[in-house]
């Protein structure tokens, strides 16, 4: 049973556009949550986190918003970049856990 | 710059022969570490918990006696595949917790090992 779900497996976006990438979770545990970056051949990038205790935090060019009662967040990217062509994982872990668990990935393509 | 330097980034090795992988935290003391592995087009599956100076954790289904994992200091850990098979080619990563100065909830991850079993 998945804990952490990405329904979208790939997503393409114009250049200059936003990109809308979403996470949905089953786990009432989960209270953190983060988003990475992964190329291929490469390990992932932390990109941005959020706490259960806020709804929405942004850093530049990434908002990531989360709805607790929904059990689901989704990453904003604006405005998107070539550059940021890459596959994206939605991660979990409750308070005081060790491990993350891993969203499936979405695998985002920036058209220039 | 990096946080987490794994090593080897890609080994290629016969079948019936053992590898080590490394992984190091540069700037911090990782209390915690984990190894993952990616199999094409899935998502990262972990494979065991590693706590300094104790014994790893395994999840389910991960064979403890194939996959040693060994981490002796709070800046290494080091994932033995024993008696590689070509079953065990895939893309291994390690990440490592530990406090940075903006505490620990961060994972941050090596670069990866691609791992060829011929």
């Known amino acids: 049973d998945q804990q952490v779900k990405q329904n979208s497996p790939s997503l393409s976006v114009q250049e200059g556009r936003i990109s809308i990438l979403n996470c949905d979770y089953t786990?009432?545990?989960?209270?953190?949550f983060l988003w990475y970056k992964k190329y291929p051949a490469e390990g992932p990038t932390f990109l941005i986190s959020?706490?259960?205790?806020?709804d929405k935090n942004e850093d530049g060019r990434f908002t990531v918003f989360l709805n607790k009662s929904a059990k689901h967040l989704s990453l904003h990217i604006v405005p998107s970049q070539p550059g940021d062509s890459a596959v994206y994982f939605c991660?979990?872990?409750?308070?005081?856990?060790?491990?993350?668990?891993f969203g499936p990935g979405t695998r985002l393509s920036v058209l220039p | 710059g990096a946080v987490v330097s794994q090593h080897p980034s890609r080994v290629i090795c016969k079948s019936g022969t053992s590898v080590k992988i490394e992984c190091r935290s540069l700037d911090f003391q990782a209390t915690t570490m984990f190894w993952y592995r990616q199999f094409p087009k899935q998502s990262l599956m972990l494979m065991a918990t590693?706590?300094?100076?104790?014994?790893?954790?395994?999840e389910q289904g991960v064979e403890k006696d194939k996959f040693l994992i060994n981490h002796a200091s709070l800046t290494l850990s080091t994932l033995t595949v024993t008696s590689a098979h070509p079953e065990d080619s895939s893309f291994y990563i390690c990440?490592?917790?530990?406090?940075?100065?903006?505490?620990?909830?961060?994972?941050?991850f090596g670069q990866g090992t691609r791992l060829t079993v011929v």
């Open positions: 959020i706490s259960s205790i806020k």
């Open positions: 590693s706590n300094e100076g104790s014994k790893a954790t395994y």
């Open positions: 990440s490592a917790r530990g406090d940075r100065g903006r505490g620990n909830t961060e994972a941050f």
């Open positions: 991660a979990a872990t409750p308070l005081g856990g060790q491990n993350f668990v």
């Open positions: 786990n009432s545990m989960f209270d953190y």
